[in-house]
């Protein structure tokens, strides 16, 4: 029995339609859908070597980026050695000047020169502190200032200490000299003081006395009279003693009478010089002194009329700008 198309469902009438057009294709749609198939494998093939690549060159770039990071890496940390090292030749530089400066300063001297040339290290260190970059090349034309500075330096510094060596050496000597001539000028000294000591000796040894001084009253006949109202001059007598040490010659010698109320008798004298100043005298006279004792006489006139009156009278004899004696006598 013939089964009727019409007794199918929509859907298998329609799959049913396919299955007949299937059946009457030609040869070509065939070989169609098999090119079409083997040019899907090859395009997956040829995504599949893309993504392989890609993978492999993110690889390679991934490892080159780790490798260039690690070397740049090494390189700064090269570098940051690098700078601290700079900093610390730069610190040396100026620790090196500072030293200096203070060796400088220690001696507690002033040289213009020196000082000029510190003041030019200085300026050199200050601009090396402000350098921002710091490289090799600046550090080697800072270590060749600063050094040929130092060497200026040292040179100076030497001198001074060869200086003050030979200052030291002339002051111990200019010591010992002092010393010595101190020691002279004190053993000078106290030879001065026992030559003045000497001197004083004999001058105080030398120096004449007189002894038995006496006075009488004269008249004009130069009879000595009982009352000295009726005299006319009076007459001292004395003794300059005897002494070897006192230097010979002529001398004056001067006298004095002080009257009972005190005041000199001077008719006819003079005056004569007493310790820088000057003496009045009654009379004076002129002797040979030879060291020998030597008696002397010495009259004292008066105005021509009886100028004397009865009292103590004081006699003093003066020689060589001292005084040779004197003594107070009663007159009757």
Avoid: W
């Amino acid at each position: 029995m013939e089964e009727n198309k019409n007794d199918y469902t929509p859907e298998e009438n329609v799959n049913q339609e396919k299955e007949d057009d299937n059946l009457y294709l030609p040869e070509d749609d065939f070989e169609q859908d098999d090119y079409n198939d083997g040019a899907s494998k090859k395009a997956l093939l040829g995504y599949r070597v893309v993504v392989i690549l890609l993978v492999i060159i993110l690889a390679g770039v991934s490892v080159l980026y780790f490798n260039l990071n690690r070397q740049q890496q090494a390189a700064m940390a090269v570098m940051e050695q690098e700078h601290a090292a700079l900093e610390i030749e730069r610190d040396t530089i100026a620790s090196n000047f500072a030293s200096l400066r203070q060796e400088y300063d220690a001696l507690g001297i002033k040289n213009d020169s020196i000082s000029a040339e510190l003041a030019k290290g200085d300026s050199i260190i200050a601009q090396l502190k402000k350098e921002r970059r710091l490289n090799y090349r600046t550090i080697k034309k800072y270590q060749k200032e600063v050094g040929t500075l130092r060497a200026v330096m040292k040179s100076y510094l030497r001198q001074i200490d060869s200086l003050n060596n030979i200052n030291k050496k002339l002051s111990g000597e200019n010591t010992s000299l002092r010393k010595e001539v101190s020691t002279a000028r004190l053993r000078a000294d106290k030879a001065e003081e026992r030559e003045k000591e000497l001197q004083n000796k004999v001058r105080v040894g030398s120096v004449l006395k007189a002894r038995g001084i006496s006075l009488t009253a004269q008249n004009n006949r130069q009879r000595t009279v009982s009352r000295v109202k009726n005299a006319t001059a009076l007459l001292v007598s004395f003794t300059i003693g005897e002494n070897e040490l006192a230097q010979p010659g002529n001398r004056r010698v001067y006298l004095c009478i002080y009257g009972p109320d005190g005041y000199l008798l001077s008719a006819g004298g003079g005056s004569f010089a007493l310790n820088g100043k000057s003496k009045a005298y009654s009379a004076s006279r002129e002797v040979d002194y030879q060291n020998e004792a030597l008696g002397v006489t010495i009259f004292y006139r008066g105005s021509g009329g009886k100028d004397f009156v009865p009292g103590t009278y004081r006699v003093e004899l003066y020689m060589d700008g001292g005084l040779l004696g004197s003594r107070t006598i009663a007159l009757e």
